[in-house]
């Protein structure tokens, strides 16, 4: 098993993931980004300034949507790579398709659910647009201590099993513990002060928050899964498996 | 059976560039997802609207 043949394995798996993605984005999240772009126009025919001109249109934006999932699945597939390449011999897993599914989670939980919780998606809009920075600060903040706590507990977990704590009980501990740090940092940080305007109708917004959620959660599953199907080919993880048994 | 997890699995070897593919990787990412003028200036305004449908669906501080 050499480091191109993960990586691209990482690239083709991330390419099936983004497709997977934008599958998803076009069946359950573009009809809500319609529904909110139409109380968007509605708004901006209240007021008395014309019609701005379109940069890009509705089709280059739904096109766009796909390239840009497709592209941020293969941006994840090679991280996933990297880091799978990396920590292949010290995860606390043993089939290599195990590993993949463990990074893959992390990756959703550190890039996608954390920043979810403290600033949930939302449709066209919403948000204020003079805050962006702010929450992109917070955003960036949370990905930065998800992937410091995920590295602190990988490595507690060795330092553990040094000390023959079994596997059972050190992923209570440490998952448990993860989760209660998680909690105190996501409680910790600034909340958005963005309030939702009026005529955005709670449902949209909640139907929204959870397509979205649903579409990062298709990338990740798909991503981890599939690039852990295409490594377990690989005659040295064959190799290994069969050392194993 | 034997016990699994006293075999011990092979690493494998991380060439330097690999690192620098993972800084370019999410940097890429930052640019297409997050960036709002920062780095981009003004052509961040034609990639916002490019990315715009998806920057939503991905949840990311849009506007």
Redesign the interface.
């Known amino acids: ?3 191109p043949q ?2 691209r394995r990482g690239v083709a798996a991330g390419a099936i993931a983004g497709a997977l993605a934008a599958v998803y ?1 076009l069946l359950l ?2 009809p809500l ?1 319609e529904k909110a772009l139409v109380i968007e126009e509605a708004r901006e025919h209240g007021h008395s300034h014309g019609h701005e001109e ?3 249109s509705r089709l ?3 096109l ?6 497709a ?2 699945g293969i ?2 597939g ?2 996933l790579a ?2 799978f ?2 920590s ?2 010290r995860l606390p897993v ?1 089939h290599d398709h195990g590993r993949s599914a463990l990074l893959a989670g992390i990756g959703f939980v550190v890039f ?1 659910l954390l ?2 919780i403290k ?6 809009g919403v ?1 204020d ?1 003079d805050s ?2 702010q ?2 600060v917070i ?2 903040a949370l990905i930065v201590l998800g992937i410091a706590l995920a590295v602190a507990a990988l490595s507690l977990d060795r330092t553990l099993a040094g000390h023959g704590l079994t ?1 059972p009980v050190r992923s209570t501990l440490l998952i448990g513990g993860s989760v209660l740090v998680a909690a105190v940092v996501l409680v910790l940080l600034p909340a958005s002060q963005d309030a939702v305007a009026d005529d955005i109708p709670a449902a949209l917004l909640w139907e ?2 959870l ?3 649903g ?2 959660a298709v990338l990740w599953a798909a991503l981890g899964l599939t690039f852990g199907v295409l490594v377990s080919r690989l005659p ?1 993880a064959r190799d ?1 498996e069969l ?3 | 059976m034997a016990n699994a997890v006293a075999v011990s699995t092979p690493a494998v070897r991380v060439p330097a560039w690999a690192w620098l593919l993972v800084a370019v990787a999410l940097f890429a990412w930052y640019v297409i997802s997050q960036d709002n003028g920062a780095v981009l200036g003004a052509a961040a305004g034609f990639l916002h609207e490019v990315t715009h449908d998806a920057r939503h669906a991905l949840g990311v501080p849009c506007h």
């Open positions: 098993m050499t480091f993960l990586l984005l999240v573009e980004i379109e940069l890009v280059g934006q739904v766009g949507a796909i390239g840009t999932l592209v941020v941006i994840f090679i991280v990297v880091v390449a990396a292949r011999d043993v996608a920043p979810a600033l949930p998606a939302n449709p066209p948000g647009p962006v920075d929450r992109t955003y960036l596997g929204f928050r397509a979205s959620l579409q990062l040295a290994a050392v194993a048994r």
